[in-house]
C-alpha cells in the first residue's frame, strides 16, 4: 500500500487506535502517579496523547511507508531490518522530542535535563515502551500481508476444488447410468435385428468412453480431435434416434492451432438430446460451426413436457466454469426458444492460473497456515512483553527502588519470549535454521535408494 492509499483507507483506524492508547494510558498513569487533580490529570493525558500519537501514529505512517519499498512477504529480511533500523532512530529522536517538551517546555527545566543521570531511566523506559508500541504496528502489517496471502492461497485451494468439482461433474455427466442404460438397450434391440449395426455400434461406443477417459484430465485439446470425436458421438446417437435425428460437423478448421476445453462438445450435445423431443415428427437438428472465433453449436428448441425434474445446468455451468479457470474468454448462451446456441472460445493459449493449479502444493499450504499461526502467537507474546517489562521497571524503580526486582522477569520472561521466535522461525540454536526440514528431505532422499 502507498502512503497516499494510507492515508485515503487506513489512517483514519489508526487515529483511532492512538486515542484509544491516550486514554489508556492516561487513565493508567493518573491512576499510577495519583494526579487526580484537573492540572495533574491533564498534563498526564497531554503526556499520553504526545506518546501515543507523535511515536504511535508516526510509526504507522513509516510503517506504511516501508511496506510500499519492501513486501513483507517476498523481501521478509530487508522489511524487518529497514523496520528495525528506522523504528529505532524515529522512536530515539521521539522520545527526545517528547522530553523536551516535558521537561523543558512544560516543568521550566534547563535543556541540559535532558542528559543528566535521573533522566536516564525516563529516557529507557519510554523508547522500550514505544518500541512496543511500534513492534505492534509492524506486526499487524506483518500479520495483515500474511493474511493476505494466506487469502490468495485459499483461493486457489478453492480453484483447484472447482477444478476438480468440474472434472467430476464432467466424468459422472459421461458415463451417466441412463445414457449407458440407453446405449445398451440400443445394442440388445440391434444384436438381434441388425448384427453388423451392432458391431458399429458398440465400436463407436467403446470409442467414445476410450476418448472420455483419454482426454478427461487435459487443460484443451485442438479443436480438430474435439470435432471428430462429436461426429463418432452423434453417429451413436443417430444409430439410437436414426431419422430422429440430423447433424452438421465441419469437416475442417479455419486453424489448426485453435483448442477447446476437452468433452465440451459431448455435455452440449448430450445436453441437447436430453432436453428437447427427439422424434421422426419433431426431429432435432444440431449444427456445429465456426464463427468469430468462436465454435458455435447450435439446435432447434422442441422442449420436452416432463423431464422428471427441473434441469440444473450443471453441464453448461461445468463448461463455463472450466473456461473461466484457462482463460478470460466467456461462453456465451442464447436462447429464443426457436434456436438454443452455445458459443465457446476457441483458445490459442492459457493463462496462467492453471500453471499456478499446478505449481500449488496443499501440504505446502497447510505448513504455511501453522507457520504463520506460530508467528502470531510469537509477535503477540513479544508485544505483551515489550509493553509490561517497561510498566514492571517503573512500577520497580517508582515503589522499591532499593531492590531491582524488575531483572527477574526480564531474564525469564525474556528467554521465554526468545525460544518462542526461535521456535516460530524454525531455527535452532544448535542445529542451525529449518534443520527438521532439511533431515526430513534427507531421510526421503534415502529411502528412494
Not at 93 to 106: D, E, K, R, S, T
Not at 223 to 234: C, D, G, N, P, R
Request: with cysteine.
Amino acid at each position: 500500500m502507498s502512503i497516499a492509499n494510507y492515508f485515503r483507507s487506513e489512517f483514519k483506524k489508526d487515529l483511532i487506535v492512538c486515542l484509544k492508547m491516550t486514554l489508556f494510558f492516561g487513565v493508567l498513569f493518573t491512576l499510577i502517579n495519583r494526579q487526580f487533580s484537573v492540572r495533574g490529570a491533564s498534563i498526564v493525558f497531554l503526556f499520553s496523547a504526545l506518546y501515543s500519537f507523535i511515536l504511535g501514529l508516526g510509526n504507522g505512517v513509516i510503517n506504511e511507508f516501508l511496506n510500499g519499498k519492501w513486501d513483507w512477504v517476498k523481501q521478509t529480511n530487508s522489511r524487518v531490518w529497514a523496520g528495525i533500523i528506522a523504528t529505532v532512530i524515529y522512536t530515539t529522536l521521539g522520545v527526545f522530542l517528547i522530553h523536551y517538551i516535558q521537561y523543558v517546555l512544560v516543568f521550566n527545566n534547563d535543556f541540559n535535563v535532558l542528559f543528566s543521570d535521573r533522566l536516564l531511566f525516563a529516557h529507557l523506559f519510554a523508547i522500550v515502551l514505544s518500541l512496543g508500541v511500534a513492534a505492534f504496528f509492524h506486526a499487524k502489517s506483518f500479520m495483515n500481508e500474511w493474511k493476505k496471502t494466506l487469502n490468495q492461497e485459499t483461493t486457489q485451494q478453492q480453484i483447484v476444488a472447482k477444478t476438480e468439482t468440474a472434472k467430476f461433474e464432467t466424468l459422472k455427466s459421461q458415463i451417466d447410468p441412463h445414457f449407458l442404460f440407453n446405449s445398451l438397450n440400443v445394442l440388445t434391440s440391434l444384436i438381434g435385428e441388425n448384427p453388423m449395426q451392432a458391431e458399429k455400434f458398440t465400436t463407436k461406443l467403446s470409442k467414445v468412453y476410450r476418448y472420455v477417459l483419454e482426454q478427461r484430465n487435459k487443460e484443451l485439446i485442438p479443436i480438430s480431435e474435439e470435432l471428430k470425436f462429436a461426429k463418432t458421438y452423434m453417429e451413436l446417437l443417430q444409430m439410437r434416434f436414426e431419422d430422429a435425428l440430423e447433424f452438421e460437423v465441419p469437416s475442417s478448421v479455419s486453424n489448426s492451432e485453435l483448442k477447446i476445453v476437452p468433452l465440451s462438445l459431448q455435455l452440449l450435445l448430450e445436453n441437447a438430446v436430453k432436453h428437447n423431443v427427439v422424434s421422426s415428427s419433431k426431429p432435432l437438428k444440431i449444427s456445429i460451426f465456426e464463427d468469430r472465433g468462436y465454435l458455435k453449436i447450435q439446435n432447434n428448441v422442441n422442449p420436452k413436457e416432463a423431464i422428471g425434474k427441473k434441469s440444473t445446468k450443471v453441464g453448461l455451468q461445468n463448461i463455463a466454469d472450466r473456461y473461466g479457470l484457462i482463460s478470460e474468454e466467456e461462453v456465451h448462451i442464447e436462447n429464443n426458444n426457436k434456436i438454443f446456441t452455445v458459443s465457446l472460445p476457441l483458445l490459442l493459449k492459457t493463462n496462467n492460473t492453471m500453471k499456478i493449479i499446478d505449481d500449488f502444493e496443499n501440504s505446502r499450504y497447510i505448513k504455511a497456515v501453522e507457520k504463520v499461526e506460530k508467528m502470531k502467537e510469537f509477535y503477540q507474546n513479544l508485544i505483551t512483553y515489550l509493553i509490561f517489562i517497561p510498566i514492571f521497571i517503573f512500577i520497580n524503580l517508582r515503589f522499591s527502588p532499593q531492590f531491582h526486582w524488575f531483572y527477574f522477569p526480564i531474564i525469564g520472561w525474556g528467554i521465554g519470549v526468545l525460544f518462542h521466535g526461535l521456535e516460530a522461525y524454525n531455527y535452532s540454536l544448535f542445529l542451525g535454521k529449518d534443520w527438521e526440514e532439511k533431515k526430513i528431505k534427507e531421510l526421503m532422499r534415502k529411502d528412494k535408494f
